[in-house]
């Protein structure tokens, strides 16, 4: 079974980062895709960075302040959040797809974000 493990959210003020991490059970390069998902509340699921095919893609929101990272020995996907935003705060969610062997879509626990003004 695959499992995906958020860790790094928390409580930070405006303009301030945070860096999340996202520990996965199998090598991090056997995924389809990998990526960050985030939930406030009272909104969709909002995408905030997919790594697919050796490319990454940020929601138009986080661009230039946010930066998606894979340490592949490690099996760690990593989330590095600057000049954070208000509008930031949600819950983030670690995702990851396989297409061979253990297919499906995983998803972590979630980590809260919250960004204080």
């Known amino acids: 079974q695959v499992q995906l493990v958020e860790s790094g959210g928390g409580l930070v003020q405006a303009g301030g980062s945070l860096r999340l991490s996202c520990a996965a059970s199998?090598?991090?390069?056997?995924?389809?895709?990998i990526g960050w998902y985030r939930q406030a509340p009272g909104k969709q699921r909002e995408t905030v960075a997919i790594?697919?095919?050796?490319?990454?893609t940020y929601g138009d929101s986080v661009k230039g302040r946010f930066t998606n990272s894979r340490d592949n020995a490690k099996n760690v996907m990593a989330l590095q959040m600057n000049s954070l935003k208000p509008e930031d705060t949600a819950v983030y969610y670690c995702?990851?797809?396989?297409?061979?062997?253990?297919?499906?879509?995983?998803w972590g626990q979630g980590t809260q974000v919250t960004v204080s003004s």
């Open positions: 199998r090598s991090i390069s056997t995924f389809n895709a």
């Open positions: 790594t697919s095919g050796g490319t990454t």
């Open positions: 995702m990851g797809r396989v297409v061979s062997g253990a297919v499906g879509t995983y």
